[in-house]
């Protein structure tokens, strides 16, 4: 990952963030152009990147959520609960969760319903009504 941010990072307008692997996996990498999207914070969390900020052209707000999920189901069920606990505060947001999911199926919690396929996810309502 590092040596793409080496290679790539001559790149005028681009910018990034990163969460290194441990181990031998794990490691994620989020990349933007900085004239498209003004990113106002950056954070991370256990196998998650997250970047926040609003795109220039619109000025619409967005989060966006890179997920590596461990193929185990014990560490996939953890890492939901903190990714749920993470959505809720971003109700009524722009909110984009991607990544490599590792064929978790769906879930809904606190309002957040979300459906999955293989290594996609989309958001599909954040309506605490629901």
Known sequence: MILFVLRYGGVPHMAFSFRLSVGASGGLLTLWDREE????????FNHVL????????????FVLFNVY?????????VLWENLSARLVAYVGHLVCV?????????WRKGGVSVFCIEH?????????SM
Request: with cysteine; charged share 15%; net charge negative.
């Open 69 to 77: 999920a461990l193929c185990d189901v014990g560490s996939q069920s």
């Open 98 to 106: 991607c990544g490599d999911f590792n064929v978790v199926r769906g």
């Open 120 to 128: 996609l996810m989309f958001l599909l309502s954040t309506n605490l």
């Open 50 to 61: 997250a970047v926040g900020g609003r795109f220039l052209h619109s000025n619409e707000e």
């Open 37 to 44: 999207v003004d990113i106002a914070f950056s954070f991370s």
